[in-house]
Structure formats: structure tokens, C-alpha cells
């Protein structure tokens, strides 16, 4: 089955312990995205990757880094999270069409 | 920044009857996304409108381009309880970014 996964789902951390959250796709696609969800904000970009080894910013970077060593994989790190992080995750990915497929979402809270 | 102003924000509405919500930006698409998200999943896409004044349909949705390309609309007839969810357009802003609205919440009440 074509999907996105993320993992964790849900997490609960301290401000600055660092945390990583997964994002994995099995679609060959050459482009991923980050996304947090805030309630009346919307979805906000954080960073997007157009193939292995090229990232770049989106709209809302700061506090958080991301790598593409591999096709499949995008992970999202925060090294030193704070409250203000706390918010609903998503990661994306795009094949050669406009449609972009979400994972189910990574709830993150940071005391 | 381009932004993207959703309308209504919440709506209520019974089992059979219609709506429409609305998607506005301050300046022109290049080309417009509809997703639907449902509680617990990622959005999922339904439609994406490229040419002003273009009408899509998709079972009882319909989705329309404006002529300026600057606002778009989607209409649900006789809405049903599988309609709820939160109703998010979003324009691809050049090749790799996105800008999403704010979304519309629908409830629909059997």
C-alpha cells in the first residue's frame, strides 16, 4: 500500500531534550515537506527536500532541522525544543503530479 | 507573503442541505488545491483548479476557479455526515513551495 508513515505518533518531552521524528514514504517520490498544523493558522511549511542531499526552507525553519540522506526517508529534528514547538506535525511527498500525500500526523507537546 | 483567507471558519449544518465555502487570496493563483482532513489522518486532496473560471466537479462537490484567479469556492449539495471534516485550500507557490488557508470547519448533523 502507497503511504506516508510517521513516527512517532504522539510524544510528550521537556524543553531542550532533543527529539527526532521519522518520516518515511515507499512512493519513489523525490520530493518531501514538513508541515505544523496550529489551531487558525492552518498548515505552515517548515522545510521541504526536491530530492536526496538538496533541503530548503519553508516558511516557519527556526528551531528545526531536517536531512535527506535517503529517497525514502525525511526526519525532522528539533535539538532543543521549547514550548512553542508544541503543535501538530505532518510530512508530505509529491511524485511528478501536483498531489502531495500526508502521513497521519505526529502530536508533539513540549512541557 | 501570499495569504490565504478561508470562509466561514466553523459551519453547522443539517443532513441535505447545501453550502458553500470560500478560499481568497491577496493576490493571483497560480493554481489552487482543495484537500479535506478528517480527525487523526493528514489532508488528503480532492481537487487542484488551474485556469480562471474553471468548474470541477467531484460527486456533490463542486469547485470553482474565479475568472481573476484570485478566489475560489467549493459547494457541497445535499451534504451527508461523511462530509465532516476540516476543508483546506492551498496554493502551490512555485515549484517545491505550499501556502495553505486557514481551513473551514464543517459539521454535519444526521
Known amino acids: 500500500e502507497a503511504q506516508v508513515t510517521q513516527n512517532p505518533r504522539y510524544l510528550i518531552t521537556v524543553t531542550g531534550k532533543k527529539l527526532t521524528v521519522t518520516c518515511s514514504q515507499n512512493?519513489?517520490?523525490?520530493?518531501m515537506s514538513w508541515y505544523r498544523q496550529d489551531p487558525g493558522l492552518g498548515l505552515r511549511q517548515i522545510y521541504y527536500?526536491?530530492?536526496?542531499?538538496?533541503?530548503d526552507k519553508g516558511d516557519v525553519p527556526e528551531g528545526y532541522k531536517v536531512s535527506r540522506k535517503e529517497k525514502r526517508n525525511f526526519p525532522l529534528i528539533l535539538e532543543s525544543p521549547s514550548p512553542n514547538q508544541t503543535s501538530l506535525y505532518f510530512c508530505?511527498?509529491?511524485?511528478?503530479?501536483?498531489?502531495?500525500?500526508f502521513g497521519p500526523g505526529t502530536r508533539l507537546t513540549v512541557l | 507573503t501570499q495569504l490565504l483567507e478561508q470562509s466561514p471558519q466553523f459551519l453547522s449544518i443539517q443532513e441535505g442541505e447545501n453550502l458553500t465555502v470560500y478560499c481568497n487570496s491577496s493576490?493571483?493563483?497560480?493554481?489552487l488545491q482543495w484537500y479535506r482532513q478528517e480527525p487523526g489522518e493528514g489532508p488528503v486532496l480532492l481537487v487542484t483548479?488551474?485556469?480562471?473560471?474553471e468548474v470541477k466537479k467531484l460527486k456533490r462537490l463542486t469547485f470553482q476557479f474565479g475568472d481573476a484567479r484570485k478566489d475560489s469556492s467549493l459547494h457541497i449539495t445535499a451534504a451527508q455526515p461523511g462530509d465532516t471534516g476540516l476543508y483546506l485550500c492551498?496554493?502551490?507557490?512555485?515549484?517545491?513551495?505550499?501556502?495553505f488557508g486557514t481551513g473551514t470547519r464543517l459539521k454535519v448533523l444526521a
Open positions: 493576490s493571483v493563483f497560480s493554481s
Open positions: 508530505a511527498s509529491r511524485g511528478q503530479s501536483n498531489e502531495q500525500f
Open positions: 483548479v488551474v485556469t480562471g473560471g
Open positions: 527536500s526536491m530530492n536526496v542531499e538538496v533541503t
Open positions: 512512493m519513489n517520490h523525490e520530493y
Open positions: 492551498a496554493e502551490r507557490s512555485g515549484t517545491y513551495k505550499y501556502i
